[in-house]
Structures are given as structure tokens and as C-alpha cells.
């Protein structure tokens, strides 16, 4: 996609407040047409620049009141299985509900998982039966949040 000029990263902004913003409402703010606005948006998702549009969840709100974040190392070599372990821990971390967020890393640990579940219960359960049972993984450590002092699903603009 070609370069983004300040018209594309003001709406992009309005939609990353709000994505049910109208493209009347848009127009408004960037002083364009709706349909200028409509084309424009048209243009960033075809181009990959807007990737989806969701409704974000408080996990609060359904039951999830605890968030971990895991560091986990893996095994360099595992020879009961076909794949490498980081293929198979990848594929098997797509299937696990509680993780919302896997990064690989660079540095000591290979993985950070950002975990949400109801309580201590259902932690202990996630990674006792399974992160610990996974044939690639080692190690791993974790981090309660205690406080969230900052979450947002905003990109930079």
C-alpha cells in the first residue's frame, strides 16, 4: 500500500475509537464527502491496512478475571515427533482458548502468551494439563497482572 497521507490517518484513527463510526460522521470531522471517506476506506482495507473490524469484550464482563502472562521456553529438540517443537507448540497454541496473544521472542525465553481465565483454578488447570504437558515445552514462567494501567487496541498513527 502506497503512503498513508493525514485525510487516510484521520480516519483511520476515528475508526480505531470507534469502528462503528458513520462515514457521515467521518466526513464530517476530515471535511470530505461520505463518499470520498467510503472510497478511502474502501482502498485501506483492499490494501491490508485495515484488517478486520471486531467488538472488543471486557473480560471481565463474561467471567475472566484473571490475566497471566507466560514465558515459555521450549525444548530445542524433540525426536517423538515429525515437526520441530515450534511448529507443533504453534499449532497447538491456536487451539487453546485461554491464550489471546502468543509472541515469539528473542533472548532467554522463546514465547509469550498472554492468558485469560475465570481464577486461580482454571490457571493452575491451563498449565498443569496443558502448556506443561505439550511435548515442546520446557519451561515457563509466570506474571499476574495486577492492575492494567493501559489497554488499547489503537495503532500509532
Known amino acids: 500500500m502506497e503512503t498513508l497521507d493525514k485525510l487516510d490517518r484521520l480516519i483511520l484513527s476515528s475508526l480505531q475509537a470507534n469502528g462503528r463510526t458513520t462515514y457521515e460522521?467521518?466526513?464530517?470531522?476530515?471535511s470530505l464527502s461520505p463518499?470520498?471517506?467510503l472510497r478511502r476506506v474502501k482502498r485501506l482495507e483492499?490494501?491490508?491496512v485495515i484488517d478486520r473490524y471486531v467488538a472488543l469484550v471486557k473480560p471481565e464482563a463474561v467471567g475472566l478475571t484473571l490475566m497471566a502472562h507466560i514465558n515459555v521456553r521450549l525444548e530445542k529438540h524433540t525426536e517423538s515427533h515429525k515437526l520441530p517443537p515450534r511448529d507443533l507448540f504453534r499449532?497447538?497454541?491456536?487451539?487453546?482458548?485461554?491464550?489471546?496473544?502468543?509472541?515469539a521472542l528473542s533472548g532467554e525465553m522463546d514465547y509469550f502468551?498472554?492468558?485469560l481465565v475465570r481464577d486461580m483454578g482454571a490457571y493452575s488447570h491451563f498449565v498443569m494439563d496443558t502448556l506443561l504437558k505439550h511435548p515442546s515445552v520446557q519451561d515457563c514462567k509466570t506474571s499476574f497482572v495486577l492492575d492494567r494501567v493501559k489497554?488499547?487496541?489503537a495503532v500509532p498513527l
Open 35 to 37: 463518499s470520498a471517506v
Open 25 to 30: 460522521q467521518i466526513a464530517e470531522m476530515v
Open 46 to 48: 483492499s490494501g491490508g
Open 113 to 115: 502468551l498472554r492468558v
Open 91 to 103: 499449532a497447538s497454541v491456536q487451539t487453546w482458548p485461554e491464550v489471546v496473544e502468543c509472541d
Open 151 to 153: 489497554a488499547t487496541t
